[in-house]
């Protein structure tokens, strides 16, 4: 079985900055992607960022030059930088973890979220 637990969320001002972290935790024999997503009420989940295990990163456009994804191997965490944050960055965020077993089977796991609201 594989934790994973975020940290980080809270309340902060407009154009303010936050930094998300997530551990994944247990036996497995890699961790090949991380990523944040966030969901508002009511909407799909969607994705933030996401950085391999060769920190090749992706980005959502709406994020694009305000947030960072990066990773410490040596502890399975990854972390998200958010700067200039707005009104519409509030959502719930998520951390996604996939991980490949000691069979060679890749499989997702998800925190339990993590919530983020920039006040106007």
């Known amino acids: 079985q594989v934790q994973v637990v975020e940290s980080g969320g809270g309340l902060v001002q407009a154009g303010g900055s936050l930094r998300l972290s997530c551990e994944a935790s247990?036996?497995?024999?890699?961790?090949?992607?991380m990523g944040w997503y966030r969901q508002a009420p009511g909407k799909q989940r969607e994705l933030v960022a996401t950085?391999?295990?060769?920190?090749?990163?992706n980005y959502a456009d709406s994020v694009k030059g305000r947030f960072t994804i990066s990773r410490d191997n040596a502890k399975n965490t990854a972390y998200l930088q958010m700067n200039s944050l707005k009104p519409e960055d509030t959502d719930v965020y998520y951390c996604?973890?996939?991980?490949?077993?000691?069979?060679?089977?890749?499989?997702?796991?998800w925190g339990q979220g993590t919530q983020v609201t920039v006040s106007s």
């Open positions: 247990g036996r497995f024999f890699r961790i090949d992607l």
């Open positions: 996604n973890v996939n991980v490949k077993r000691s069979s060679g089977i890749n499989r997702d796991y």
């Open positions: 950085i391999t295990n060769g920190d090749s990163t």
